[in-house]
């Protein structure tokens, strides 16, 4: 308990925020799991991971308005309960829906926290330890990301997957705890004057609910490929009306117009492009480490932790020195040199080159998304870091769904399209073996698909270059009370 301020906002900020990450991408590898056990078919997109996402996304602008009205603490545990609750209703769930319930209550809880505590952890540091803040927000968040993909997996290799969500329940209970015993009522505003952007809540009610409407008949829908437009379609419908509601409002929920610049533009699309790398590849090489060496699988996704590391500590020591374009293109290169060889990947490849690969890639990504969103955040005038990080989240996570949406439909109707006409060309041989190479070919695509991704990451960090260093991670902010607000 005598531990020093930025210390015990990093512990609550990556127990405030990590578990939601985690359980996002535990998902990837469960999802034919819990859906045998829900009687569902196994098409290749599974609505409570969008869901979660989704209230993820729409929640992060509230954070920051509840704060102001209810006081820091009292905003943690609200939000620390809701995703208790929810933990609880996707553990014991018996359906679809009230894991799709479930999940909206843990998006809503992770996105309420996220745009309260990054600026509280960055500005609780001094400012001669601030860029270690980088090492707990990438080695943090993104190592919850791969903690999630391991517990995924492990929950298939036991057949069991309820652990998970009560695994979730556990750490928000803890960060329910600590809450109490950590964080005063810090940044409470007894201001009844407060600008609230009324269109803009609005319209986030009338999205979460439609979303949950949506997304809850995804498994009747998704047969059509005009299905899953219209889905995708509405995602852009979305964020045009959230365009409009901005306009004439002077203070908005999602400040859209503070990314319309250079540098936090190419920063959010840094961001958006790591993702969209991430989400193609990282399920792509899990099948084929399934296909190679299944009983492999759990030592070398541990290899990952090795890639957090390094690019927490490549973060932390190299963004004020290099700066995030020429951070972001070290990250660029470490990808596209793993994914040039997994677009030959064969059963000759070797466990110690996947390791070795997995490690790079995990690198690479943690450092092109830490770059990226940071550059975004100093991208422009320090007292609108919140605002505009709200903005970029709320593109980013949106970009997220787009990019599950697309990669899951591929991997559903390219492996059964492949699998189809090696059968009628009457070239299919054993059904094991013809599935396997069957999906070899769909990795292969989405791996060529990731390359082309890594290849605009490269010239996007170019170009970010060129727009300068911009403020640094250590620099005193000029006014760090409105920075906290």
């Not at 600590?178 to 009324?198: A, G």
């Not at 990795?443 to 960090?461: P, T």
Request: aromatic share 10%.
């Amino acid at each position: 308990m005598n531990l020093q301020k930025h210390w015990k906002n990093a512990i609550l900020t990556v127990l405030a925020i990590g578990p939601g990450f985690m359980l996002n991408s535990a998902l990837i590898p469960s999802q034919s799991l819990i859906q045998h056990s829900f009687h569902l078919g196994k098409n290749a997109i599974f609505s409570p991971t969008l869901i979660g996402i989704i209230a993820l996304m729409l929640f992060i602008p509230l954070g920051p308005l509840l704060r102001h009205q209810l006081g820091v603490r009292v905003t943690y545990s609200v939000s620390m309960i809701l995703f208790m609750i929810g933990s609880l209703s996707a553990a014991c769930s018996v359906n679809e829906q009230w894991m799709s319930l479930g999940r909206f209550l843990q998006g809503m809880g992770t996105g309420m926290m996220l745009m309260i505590m990054v600026p509280m952890l960055l500005l609780s540091f001094p400012i001669e330890k601030r860029n270690l803040a980088l090492s707990v927000l990438v080695g943090g968040f993104f190592g919850a990301a791969i903690t999630g993909l391991l517990i995924g997996n492990i929950a298939v290799v036991y057949q069991d997957w309820r652990w998970i969500f009560y695994l979730g329940f556990a750490l928000a209970l803890a960060a329910f705890i600590l809450n109490s015993i950590f964080l005063r009522n810090e940044h409470h505003s007894k201001n009844k004057h407060l600008h609230w952007d009324n269109a803009g809540i609005t319209l986030i009610v009338i999205c979460s609910v439609a979303a949950l409407a949506a997304f809850n008949h995804l498994e009747q829908w998704f047969g059509s490929p005009g299905n899953l437009w219209a889905v995708i379609g509405g995602a852009f419908v979305t964020l045009i009306l959230f365009i409009i509601a901005q306009r004439k409002v002077s203070h908005p929920v999602i400040a859209l117009k503070l990314i319309m610049h250079p540098k936090p533009l190419l920063g959010i699309l840094k961001a958006v492009f790591s993702n969209v790398v991430m989400a193609l590849s990282l399920p792509a090489v899990q099948g084929i480490i399934h296909i190679h060496s299944n009983n492999q699988l759990l030592s070398l996704l541990l290899f990952m932790f090795i890639g957090v590391a390094i690019s927490a500590i490549i973060c932390t020591l190299l963004y004020d020195k290099f700066g995030p374009g020429l951070l972001g293109l070290i990250g660029s290169a470490a990808i596209a040199i793993v994914l040039i060889q997994w677009l030959y990947l064969n059963d000759s490849s070797s466990f110690v080159m996947m390791a070795v690969n997995l490690t790079l890639l995990s690198s690479g990504l943690g450092i092109t998304v830490g770059s990226g969103l940071t550059a975004a955040a100093l991208g422009g005038p320090l007292p609108d870091l919140v605002s505009r990080m709200t903005a970029v989240q709320f593109i980013r996570f949106l970009a997220n769904v787009i990019v599950i949406l697309l990669a899951g439909w591929y991997l559903n109707f390219d492996y059964s399209h492949n699998l189809n006409d090696r059968v009628q060309s009457g070239t299919a041989g054993d059904n094991l073996k013809e599935q396997s190479l069957s999906l070899l070919m769909t990795y292969h695509d989405l791996f060529f698909i990731a390359f082309m991704a890594a290849a605009v990451l490269a010239c996007l960090s170019i170009g970010l270059h060129f727009t300068g260093k911009g403020h640094k991670l250590a620099h005193k902010p000029h006014h760090d009370h409105e920075l906290a607000h």
